[in-house]
């Protein structure tokens, strides 16, 4: 087993375990509930950990949470419905009010993004 990835963020944890066990990989999450012997032991000790079971998958297991996290750090911008034009949060992939989808580019366009 070969740790991958700890953090203070439990539902991280988990996420990045379902993404890793949807790719095919196995996983074992430790210290999943140790946060509340934090203080009697190191902080950093009792952080949910991500191990992988297989070494052979390690590489591809750290490209894989190395490609979620970074995702999460991108900034997501509203945009403008092109079938109705409504203005939608980032978050959303497609149109509320007629489901027209998201345009492929989430980059700033004044024409297809708001601020």
Do not use: T
Not at 20 to 45: C, H, M, T, W, Y
Not at 67 to 87: H, K, M, T
Request: proline content about 6%; some cysteine; hydrophobic content about 40%.
């Amino acid at each position: 087993m070969i740790r991958v990835h700890a953090s203070h963020d439990r539902l991280l944890i988990a996420q990045l375990s379902d993404l890793l066990k949807a790719d095919g990989i196995s996983v074992l999450v430790r210290n999943e509930f140790l946060q509340g012997a934090a203080g009697e032991l190191p902080l950093n000790d009792c952080w949910p950990e991500l191990w992988v079971m297989d070494p052979g998958k390690v590489g591809r297991a750290r490209g894989l949470v190395e490609d979620f996290l970074n995702a999460l750090e991108q900034p997501v911008y509203s945009w403008i419905c092109r079938r109705c034009g409504e203005s939608i949060e980032g978050q959303f992939g497609c149109c509320w009010r007629c489901g027209d989808s998201a345009p492929e580019s989430r980059d700033p366009d004044p024409e297809s993004l708001v601020d």
